[in-house]
Protein backbone atom coordinates (compact mmCIF):
# COMPACT_ATOMS: atom_id res chain seq x y z
CA UNK A 1 0.00 0.00 0.00
CA UNK A 2 2.79 2.52 1.20
CA UNK A 3 4.42 2.14 -2.51
CA UNK A 4 1.42 2.94 -3.72
CA UNK A 5 1.58 6.66 -5.85
CA UNK A 6 -1.29 8.12 -4.74
CA UNK A 7 -0.38 7.33 -0.72
CA UNK A 8 2.69 8.90 -1.66
CA UNK A 9 1.26 11.88 -3.13
CA UNK A 10 -1.06 12.45 -0.30
CA UNK A 11 1.35 11.95 2.64
CA UNK A 12 4.02 14.50 1.27
CA UNK A 13 1.00 17.30 0.66
CA UNK A 14 -0.02 16.14 4.82
CA UNK A 15 4.13 17.13 5.08
CA UNK A 16 3.78 20.11 3.37
CA UNK A 17 1.08 21.25 4.82
CA UNK A 18 2.53 20.75 8.66
CA UNK A 19 5.98 22.36 7.11
CA UNK A 20 4.50 25.38 6.35
CA UNK A 21 1.82 26.25 9.12
CA UNK A 22 4.88 25.54 11.28
CA UNK A 23 7.13 27.91 9.39
CA UNK A 24 4.13 30.42 8.57
CA UNK A 25 2.20 30.55 12.66
CA UNK A 26 5.44 31.31 14.55
CA UNK A 27 7.12 33.49 12.06
CA UNK A 28 4.69 35.80 9.50
CA UNK A 29 1.64 35.73 11.61
CA UNK A 30 2.93 36.12 15.18
CA UNK A 31 1.45 38.79 16.86
CA UNK A 32 3.98 41.51 17.91
CA UNK A 33 5.10 41.78 21.82
CA UNK A 34 5.22 45.54 21.64
CA UNK A 35 3.16 47.17 18.63
CA UNK A 36 3.61 51.35 18.26
CA UNK A 37 0.37 52.70 18.69
CA UNK A 38 1.28 55.92 16.79
CA UNK A 39 -1.39 56.69 14.28
CA UNK A 40 -0.51 57.03 10.70
CA UNK A 41 -2.07 60.04 9.44
CA UNK A 42 -3.76 60.36 5.56
CA UNK A 43 -2.41 62.74 3.24
CA UNK A 44 -2.66 65.77 4.50
CA UNK A 45 -2.53 67.36 0.94
CA UNK A 46 -6.11 65.29 0.43
CA UNK A 47 -9.27 67.20 1.28
CA UNK A 48 -11.69 64.62 3.21
CA UNK A 49 -14.62 65.02 4.50
CA UNK A 50 -18.32 63.80 4.08
CA UNK A 51 -21.36 65.65 3.07
CA UNK A 52 -24.18 66.99 5.20
CA UNK A 53 -26.23 63.45 3.88
CA UNK A 54 -23.24 61.18 5.01
CA UNK A 55 -21.55 61.13 1.05
CA UNK A 56 -17.84 60.55 1.66
CA UNK A 57 -15.42 62.68 -0.34
CA UNK A 58 -11.74 62.97 -1.44
CA UNK A 59 -10.38 66.12 -3.60
CA UNK A 60 -6.80 66.47 -4.12
CA UNK A 61 -4.84 69.08 -6.64
CA UNK A 62 -2.54 67.47 -8.50
CA UNK A 63 -0.96 68.24 -12.17
CA UNK A 64 0.58 65.05 -13.60
CA UNK A 65 -0.71 64.41 -15.99
CA UNK A 66 -0.83 68.30 -16.48
CA UNK A 67 -4.71 68.52 -17.94
CA UNK A 68 -6.37 65.28 -17.33
CA UNK A 69 -8.61 64.56 -13.99
CA UNK A 70 -9.74 61.64 -11.96
CA UNK A 71 -12.96 60.53 -10.85
CA UNK A 72 -14.22 57.77 -8.94
CA UNK A 73 -17.70 57.54 -7.53
CA UNK A 74 -17.79 53.89 -5.17
CA UNK A 75 -21.21 52.39 -3.79
CA UNK A 76 -20.69 49.90 -1.13
CA UNK A 77 -22.94 47.30 -3.01
CA UNK A 78 -21.82 44.61 -4.54
CA UNK A 79 -23.01 40.82 -5.00
CA UNK A 80 -22.73 39.93 -1.24
CA UNK A 81 -25.96 41.77 -0.82
CA UNK A 82 -27.79 39.96 -2.98
CA UNK A 83 -30.63 37.28 -2.43
CA UNK A 84 -30.60 34.22 -3.90
CA UNK A 85 -33.64 35.72 -6.42
CA UNK A 86 -31.24 38.74 -7.04
CA UNK A 87 -27.81 37.10 -8.04
CA UNK A 88 -25.99 39.42 -11.08
CA UNK A 89 -28.60 42.34 -9.53
CA UNK A 90 -25.76 44.66 -8.70
CA UNK A 91 -24.05 44.17 -11.91
CA UNK A 92 -27.30 44.48 -13.85
CA UNK A 93 -27.85 47.75 -12.34
CA UNK A 94 -24.19 49.14 -13.02
CA UNK A 95 -24.95 48.67 -16.66
CA UNK A 96 -28.77 50.33 -16.22
CA UNK A 97 -27.83 53.52 -14.93
CA UNK A 98 -26.19 54.69 -17.91
CA UNK A 99 -29.47 54.31 -20.14
CA UNK A 100 -32.18 56.40 -18.32
CA UNK A 101 -31.92 59.22 -15.52
CA UNK A 102 -33.96 62.15 -14.38
CA UNK A 103 -31.01 63.78 -15.63
CA UNK A 104 -30.48 62.39 -18.74
CA UNK A 105 -33.47 61.01 -20.75
CA UNK A 106 -32.87 58.05 -23.16
CA UNK A 107 -29.17 57.32 -23.42
CA UNK A 108 -28.18 61.05 -23.67
CA UNK A 109 -25.62 60.29 -20.74
CA UNK A 110 -23.51 57.98 -22.65
CA UNK A 111 -23.14 60.45 -25.43
CA UNK A 112 -22.39 63.73 -22.86
CA UNK A 113 -19.61 61.17 -21.22
CA UNK A 114 -18.37 60.93 -25.36
CA UNK A 115 -18.29 64.98 -26.01
CA UNK A 116 -16.21 65.24 -22.78
CA UNK A 117 -13.84 62.84 -24.59
CA UNK A 118 -14.53 59.49 -22.74
CA UNK A 119 -15.20 56.55 -23.98
CA UNK A 120 -16.52 53.48 -22.19
CA UNK A 121 -14.30 50.65 -21.56
CA UNK A 122 -11.37 52.87 -22.04
CA UNK A 123 -11.60 56.06 -20.03
CA UNK A 124 -14.83 55.79 -18.76
CA UNK A 125 -15.22 52.29 -16.68
CA UNK A 126 -17.45 50.43 -14.85
CA UNK A 127 -17.48 47.27 -12.60
CA UNK A 128 -18.84 45.22 -9.65
CA UNK A 129 -17.42 43.16 -7.23
CA UNK A 130 -18.57 41.65 -4.58
CA UNK A 131 -18.64 44.13 -2.21
CA UNK A 132 -18.69 47.18 -4.24
CA UNK A 133 -19.42 49.13 -7.52
CA UNK A 134 -17.23 51.56 -8.88
CA UNK A 135 -17.08 53.83 -11.66
CA UNK A 136 -14.20 55.70 -12.70
CA UNK A 137 -13.49 58.69 -15.41
CA UNK A 138 -10.24 59.86 -16.55
CA UNK A 139 -11.31 62.97 -18.37
CA UNK A 140 -8.99 64.57 -20.19
CA UNK A 141 -9.43 68.11 -19.54
CA UNK A 142 -9.21 70.14 -16.66
CA UNK A 143 -11.88 73.39 -18.08
CA UNK A 144 -14.25 73.88 -15.08
CA UNK A 145 -16.90 73.73 -17.19
CA UNK A 146 -16.02 69.76 -18.47
CA UNK A 147 -15.57 69.04 -14.99
CA UNK A 148 -18.94 69.96 -14.09
CA UNK A 149 -20.82 67.90 -16.73
CA UNK A 150 -18.54 65.49 -15.47
CA UNK A 151 -19.74 65.77 -12.34
CA UNK A 152 -23.36 65.65 -13.64
CA UNK A 153 -23.08 62.68 -15.02
CA UNK A 154 -21.78 60.88 -11.75
CA UNK A 155 -24.70 62.54 -10.26
CA UNK A 156 -27.01 61.48 -11.85
CA UNK A 157 -25.47 57.99 -11.90
CA UNK A 158 -25.47 57.79 -7.84
CA UNK A 159 -29.00 59.32 -7.41
CA UNK A 160 -31.10 59.70 -10.79
CA UNK A 161 -31.07 56.65 -12.69
CA UNK A 162 -34.83 55.51 -13.78
CA UNK A 163 -35.11 52.27 -14.77
CA UNK A 164 -37.62 51.24 -18.27
CA UNK A 165 -38.63 47.41 -18.68
CA UNK A 166 -37.00 48.13 -22.65
CA UNK A 167 -34.25 49.03 -20.67
CA UNK A 168 -34.23 45.77 -18.91
CA UNK A 169 -34.80 43.50 -21.76
CA UNK A 170 -32.06 45.66 -24.13
CA UNK A 171 -29.31 45.04 -21.14
CA UNK A 172 -30.39 41.56 -20.91
CA UNK A 173 -28.61 40.27 -24.09
CA UNK A 174 -25.41 42.61 -23.83
CA UNK A 175 -25.51 40.66 -20.26
CA UNK A 176 -25.95 37.35 -21.45
CA UNK A 177 -22.52 38.10 -24.36
CA UNK A 178 -20.86 39.30 -21.12
CA UNK A 179 -21.18 36.09 -19.69
CA UNK A 180 -20.48 34.21 -23.00
CA UNK A 181 -17.34 36.00 -23.15
CA UNK A 182 -16.74 35.69 -19.38
CA UNK A 183 -17.04 31.80 -19.10
CA UNK A 184 -12.98 30.93 -19.62
CA UNK A 185 -10.79 28.41 -17.62
CA UNK A 186 -9.84 31.60 -15.34
CA UNK A 187 -13.42 32.36 -14.69
CA UNK A 188 -13.90 28.62 -13.63
CA UNK A 189 -10.96 28.19 -11.75
CA UNK A 190 -12.04 31.31 -9.40
CA UNK A 191 -15.37 29.72 -9.25
CA UNK A 192 -14.33 26.71 -7.50
CA UNK A 193 -11.67 28.56 -5.47
CA UNK A 194 -14.12 30.46 -3.97
CA UNK A 195 -16.48 27.56 -3.41
CA UNK A 196 -13.55 25.40 -1.48
CA UNK A 197 -13.07 28.76 0.62
CA UNK A 198 -16.35 29.77 1.08
CA UNK A 199 -18.48 26.42 0.75
CA UNK A 200 -21.52 26.64 2.22
CA UNK A 201 -21.38 30.49 2.94
CA UNK A 202 -23.11 33.49 0.31
CA UNK A 203 -19.62 33.86 -0.75
CA UNK A 204 -19.49 30.90 -2.67
CA UNK A 205 -22.16 31.38 -4.93
CA UNK A 206 -22.13 35.09 -5.69
CA UNK A 207 -19.81 35.58 -8.58
CA UNK A 208 -21.16 39.13 -9.95
CA UNK A 209 -21.91 38.78 -13.01
CA UNK A 210 -25.09 36.50 -11.88
CA UNK A 211 -26.92 33.52 -13.37
CA UNK A 212 -28.63 33.47 -16.72
CA UNK A 213 -32.20 31.81 -15.48
CA UNK A 214 -32.68 34.24 -12.29
CA UNK A 215 -31.71 37.24 -14.73
CA UNK A 216 -34.55 36.22 -16.63
CA UNK A 217 -36.75 36.88 -13.74
CA UNK A 218 -35.43 40.52 -13.08
CA UNK A 219 -37.99 43.43 -13.62
CA UNK A 220 -37.54 47.32 -13.81
CA UNK A 221 -39.72 48.14 -10.96
CA UNK A 222 -37.99 45.50 -8.84
CA UNK A 223 -33.97 46.38 -9.79
CA UNK A 224 -35.36 50.28 -9.17
CA UNK A 225 -35.98 48.80 -5.77
CA UNK A 226 -32.72 48.00 -4.94
CA UNK A 227 -31.04 50.75 -6.19
CA UNK A 228 -32.92 53.15 -4.09
CA UNK A 229 -32.21 51.10 -1.25
CA UNK A 230 -28.29 50.67 -2.07
CA UNK A 231 -27.53 53.98 -3.92
CA UNK A 232 -27.17 55.68 -0.50
CA UNK A 233 -25.48 58.68 0.16
CA UNK A 234 -23.53 57.12 3.60
CA UNK A 235 -22.42 54.43 1.72
CA UNK A 236 -20.89 56.01 -1.74
CA UNK A 237 -17.76 57.92 -2.40
CA UNK A 238 -16.71 60.45 -4.68
CA UNK A 239 -12.77 61.01 -5.29
CA UNK A 240 -11.49 63.91 -7.78
CA UNK A 241 -7.98 63.84 -8.47
CA UNK A 242 -6.07 66.29 -11.14
CA UNK A 243 -4.91 69.56 -11.62
CA UNK A 244 -8.20 71.54 -10.00
CA UNK A 245 -8.95 73.93 -7.62
CA UNK A 246 -10.04 71.36 -4.57
CA UNK A 247 -12.33 74.15 -3.16
CA UNK A 248 -14.01 75.15 -5.72
CA UNK A 249 -14.54 71.09 -6.68
CA UNK A 250 -15.79 70.65 -2.93
CA UNK A 251 -18.53 73.75 -3.91
CA UNK A 252 -19.47 72.05 -6.93
CA UNK A 253 -19.99 68.32 -5.08
CA UNK A 254 -22.16 70.06 -2.36
CA UNK A 255 -24.34 71.78 -4.92
CA UNK A 256 -24.70 68.58 -7.35
CA UNK A 257 -24.69 65.62 -4.79
CA UNK A 258 -26.11 67.30 -1.31
CA UNK A 259 -29.85 66.70 -3.24
CA UNK A 260 -29.19 62.77 -2.40
CA UNK A 261 -31.46 61.89 0.44
CA UNK A 262 -29.72 60.93 4.00
CA UNK A 263 -30.55 57.33 4.68
CA UNK A 264 -33.49 57.01 7.50
CA UNK A 265 -32.19 53.56 8.59
CA UNK A 266 -28.67 52.23 9.11
CA UNK A 267 -27.62 49.24 6.65
CA UNK A 268 -26.17 45.88 8.23
CA UNK A 269 -24.22 44.31 5.70
CA UNK A 270 -24.31 40.11 5.67
CA UNK A 271 -21.06 39.42 8.10
CA UNK A 272 -19.07 36.92 6.21
CA UNK A 273 -18.69 33.70 7.51
CA UNK A 274 -15.84 31.45 6.64
CA UNK A 275 -16.58 27.02 6.53
CA UNK A 276 -14.82 24.98 9.29
CA UNK A 277 -12.78 22.30 8.39
CA UNK A 278 -12.22 19.64 10.35
CA UNK A 279 -9.98 17.95 8.41
CA UNK A 280 -7.37 18.19 5.24
CA UNK A 281 -9.73 17.97 1.73
CA UNK A 282 -8.25 17.80 -1.51
CA UNK A 283 -10.46 19.19 -4.71
CA UNK A 284 -9.38 18.36 -8.14
CA UNK A 285 -10.46 20.45 -10.92
CA UNK A 286 -9.94 19.26 -14.89
CA UNK A 287 -10.67 21.87 -18.27
CA UNK A 288 -9.83 21.85 -21.69
CA UNK A 289 -8.56 25.50 -21.69
CA UNK A 290 -5.85 24.39 -19.03
CA UNK A 291 -2.20 24.50 -19.80
CA UNK A 292 -0.14 22.64 -17.30
CA UNK A 293 -0.93 21.54 -13.92
CA UNK A 294 -1.07 23.64 -11.10
CA UNK A 295 -1.89 22.96 -7.34
CA UNK A 296 -2.68 25.86 -4.71
CA UNK A 297 -2.50 25.13 -0.92
CA UNK A 298 -4.46 27.56 1.42
CA UNK A 299 -2.96 28.22 4.51
CA UNK A 300 -5.44 31.20 5.87
CA UNK A 301 -8.14 33.77 4.55
CA UNK A 302 -7.78 37.07 6.32
CA UNK A 303 -9.55 40.11 6.61
CA UNK A 304 -7.79 43.01 4.57
CA UNK A 305 -7.20 45.81 5.99
CA UNK A 306 -4.89 48.96 5.62
CA UNK A 307 -2.30 49.58 8.21
CA UNK A 308 -3.45 52.27 10.81
CA UNK A 309 -0.40 52.62 12.80
CA UNK A 310 3.15 52.18 13.32
CA UNK A 311 3.21 48.85 15.06
CA UNK A 312 0.24 47.05 11.90
CA UNK A 313 2.79 48.66 9.09
CA UNK A 314 6.03 46.81 11.13
CA UNK A 315 4.18 43.68 11.21
CA UNK A 316 2.38 43.84 7.66
CA UNK A 317 5.84 44.65 6.44
CA UNK A 318 7.73 41.61 8.62
CA UNK A 319 4.82 39.65 6.77
CA UNK A 320 6.08 40.77 3.21
CA UNK A 321 9.68 40.18 4.05
CA UNK A 322 8.74 36.54 4.91
CA UNK A 323 7.59 35.99 1.89
CA UNK A 324 10.31 37.39 -0.42
CA UNK A 325 12.48 35.62 1.90
CA UNK A 326 10.57 32.38 1.29
CA UNK A 327 9.64 32.47 -2.83
CA UNK A 328 13.83 32.98 -3.08
CA UNK A 329 13.80 30.02 -1.78
CA UNK A 330 11.36 28.02 -3.74
CA UNK A 331 12.57 30.18 -6.81
CA UNK A 332 14.22 27.62 -9.34
CA UNK A 333 14.05 23.88 -9.59
CA UNK A 334 14.43 20.85 -12.61
CA UNK A 335 11.54 19.77 -11.21
CA UNK A 336 8.65 21.96 -11.27
CA UNK A 337 8.20 25.24 -13.35
CA UNK A 338 7.01 27.29 -10.29
CA UNK A 339 6.86 27.98 -6.71
CA UNK A 340 5.42 30.26 -4.57
CA UNK A 341 3.96 31.66 -1.51
CA UNK A 342 1.18 34.02 -2.39
CA UNK A 343 -0.98 36.66 -0.33
CA UNK A 344 -3.64 37.38 -2.75
CA UNK A 345 -7.19 39.23 -2.54
CA UNK A 346 -9.94 36.77 -3.05
CA UNK A 347 -12.47 39.19 -2.64
CA UNK A 348 -13.09 42.68 -2.28
CA UNK A 349 -11.95 42.68 1.63
CA UNK A 350 -10.53 39.48 2.13
CA UNK A 351 -6.96 37.93 1.14
CA UNK A 352 -5.87 34.05 1.04
CA UNK A 353 -2.86 32.90 1.77
CA UNK A 354 -1.38 29.78 -0.42
CA UNK A 355 1.26 27.79 -1.44
CA UNK A 356 0.88 28.13 -5.37
CA UNK A 357 2.72 25.39 -7.55
CA UNK A 358 2.85 24.67 -11.32
CA UNK A 359 4.58 21.74 -13.16
CA UNK A 360 4.71 19.85 -16.10
CA UNK A 361 3.78 16.29 -15.36
CA UNK A 362 5.26 14.45 -12.04
CA UNK A 363 3.78 16.01 -8.88
CA UNK A 364 5.44 13.54 -6.68
CA UNK A 365 8.88 15.35 -7.81
CA UNK A 366 7.64 19.03 -7.54
CA UNK A 367 6.38 18.34 -4.20
CA UNK A 368 9.48 16.80 -3.24
CA UNK A 369 11.69 19.47 -4.26
CA UNK A 370 9.26 21.83 -2.13
CA UNK A 371 9.27 19.69 1.12
CA UNK A 372 13.11 19.46 0.98
CA UNK A 373 13.40 23.41 1.06
CA UNK A 374 10.45 23.73 3.34
CA UNK A 375 12.57 21.74 5.62
CA UNK A 376 15.61 23.25 5.22
CA UNK A 377 14.29 26.65 6.40
CA UNK A 378 12.04 24.81 9.29
CA UNK A 379 15.10 23.27 10.78
CA UNK A 380 17.81 26.37 9.73
CA UNK A 381 15.96 29.44 9.08
CA UNK A 382 17.35 31.73 6.94
CA UNK A 383 20.83 33.08 6.63
CA UNK A 384 21.68 36.56 7.59
CA UNK A 385 22.99 37.90 4.54
CA UNK A 386 19.04 36.46 2.81
CA UNK A 387 17.88 39.45 5.08
CA UNK A 388 20.26 42.08 4.16
CA UNK A 389 19.47 41.79 0.00
CA UNK A 390 16.21 41.53 0.96
CA UNK A 391 15.98 44.86 3.51
CA UNK A 392 18.55 46.74 1.02
CA UNK A 393 16.60 45.95 -2.19
CA UNK A 394 13.50 47.63 -0.12
CA UNK A 395 15.61 50.65 1.30
CA UNK A 396 16.43 51.57 -2.62
CA UNK A 397 12.60 51.04 -3.51
CA UNK A 398 11.62 53.21 -1.24
CA UNK A 399 14.26 55.74 -1.47
CA UNK A 400 13.04 56.15 -5.28
CA UNK A 401 9.56 56.30 -4.49
CA UNK A 402 10.44 59.32 -2.07
CA UNK A 403 12.46 60.46 -4.90
CA UNK A 404 9.93 60.48 -7.29
CA UNK A 405 7.22 61.64 -5.34
CA UNK A 406 6.59 64.25 -7.58
CA UNK A 407 5.81 62.01 -10.25
CA UNK A 408 2.68 60.41 -8.53
CA UNK A 409 0.78 60.22 -11.30
CA UNK A 410 -3.35 61.43 -10.50
CA UNK A 411 -4.95 57.38 -10.85
CA UNK A 412 -2.09 56.25 -8.25
CA UNK A 413 -3.84 59.00 -5.64
CA UNK A 414 -7.46 58.29 -6.74
CA UNK A 415 -7.14 54.40 -6.01
CA UNK A 416 -5.25 55.19 -3.00
CA UNK A 417 -8.20 57.53 -1.71
CA UNK A 418 -10.78 54.66 -3.16
CA UNK A 419 -9.04 52.09 -0.77
CA UNK A 420 -9.49 54.46 2.48
CA UNK A 421 -13.32 54.47 2.08
CA UNK A 422 -13.60 50.79 1.01
CA UNK A 423 -10.99 49.38 3.69
CA UNK A 424 -10.92 52.31 6.51
CA UNK A 425 -13.01 55.36 6.73
Known amino acids: MMNNPAYRLRDLLFAVLFLFFSLVAPHAFAEQAATRAVMI???????????????SYY??????????????LAVKYGSIDEAETERGAAHFIEHLVFRNSRQFKSDSLVPMFGNLGLKIGENLRASTHHEKTVYSLSLPSNHDQQVKMALDGLAAIASGARFLSEDVEGEMSIIDQEQQIRENYSYRSTETMLDFYFRGTPHAKRMPIGVREIRRTFTAPMLQKLYDQHYRADRMALVVVGNVDAAAVLRQLERQ??????????????????????????????????????????????????????????????????????????????????????????????????????????????IEDVSRTLKQVDEKGFLPQELDDIRLD???????????????????????????FLYVY
Request: aromatic content about 8%.
Open 41 to 55: SPDPSIKIGKLSNGL
Open 59 to 72: IKRNAIPKNQVEMR
Open 257 to 366: FSSIPRAEQSYHRPATRLPVYEKAELQLMSDAQQVGHEMQIPLSIRTFEISRNEGELKKEWAHRIYFKLMNQRLHGSLNYKQARLNQTEIIDNLEAVNLYLSFDSNALKA
Open 394 to 420: LINQFEQIYRERDKIGSDQYADRALNH
